[in-house]
């Protein structure tokens, strides 16, 4: 079992670009959560999807975030015209369920720089 | 939406030593409480989680809840310098909200 898996690692955008941060969970996990971590703000919850199903996205900035789950073995958060603000750690964290109290398994993270 | 606030900031204890971290979060309702720990450069892995009142020994960790005063605690005996990360604390039902960590440096 590899553990959740992110990609790219680093991501260095200028201002006003795009970026497309990647998520692959645990097989057979069918919850899947996105985080934003800095150093200010701490660890701030985005979006969940429940059996690919968006089920909340009240932490996701409304304008230029959005996240996908087309199949159960990836995720993805794309963020558009990129800001310096949006320069932060985004984690990607799995579960088995999330109609119970279940441990989340959290990826190494993808940090993402906006020049 | 669910409050955390984890004392202290930061803890620094010499190798041997008990280390004690402290969370109080405002929803008395929130059914997970839990402690991840977290290295440099890493996702926040889970250590130990309580739902029901009173205590929990896992190993060298102890984790007390009173839920009436909104307050977990979380006790690692004999610490080592491995122990040296950001411990989180983390609450909530559906979605859970973390506090901002209690960096802990274990001196050798």
């Known amino acids: 079992n590899a553990g959740v898996i992110q990609t790219p690692r680093h991501k260095v955008t200028g201002k006003g670009q795009e970026a497309t941060l990647w998520c692959e969970p645990i097989s057979g996990h069918s919850a899947v959560f996105w985080y934003r971590q800095t150093i200010v703000q701490g660890l701030e919850f985005l979006t969940y999807?429940?059996?690919?199903?968006?089920?909340?996205d009240s932490g996701m900035p409304k304008e230029r975030f959005s996240a996908q789950m087309p199949n159960q073995s990836h995720s993805t958060l794309k963020i558009q015209s990129t800001q310096p603000q949006d320069s932060a750690v985004y984690l990607c964290?799995?579960?088995?369920?999330?109609?119970?109290?279940?441990?989340?398994?959290f990826g190494s993270g993808t940090r993402l720089t906006v020049l | 939406q669910e409050k955390v606030q984890q004392s202290p900031e930061s803890l620094i204890v010499p190798e041997g030593a008990m280390s004690s971290l402290n969370c109080t979060f405002s929803n008395s309702a929130s059914q997970s409480i839990w402690w991840y720990q977290q290295h440099p450069g890493k996702g926040p892995e889970a250590l130990i989680s309580i739902f029901s009142n009173g205590n929990k020994k896992e190993g060298r960790l102890t984790v007390y809840l009173n839920r009436a005063s909104l307050h977990v605690s979380l006790h690692i005996r004999d610490s080592q310098p491995s122990d040296s990360a950001v411990y989180l604390c983390a609450v909530g039902n559906n979605r859970i909200f973390f506090g901002d960590g209690t960096q802990l440096v274990v001196k050798p």
């Open positions: 964290a799995s579960s088995r369920d999330r109609s119970s109290a279940e441990t989340l398994y």
């Open positions: 999807f429940r059996n690919q199903a968006p089920i909340d």
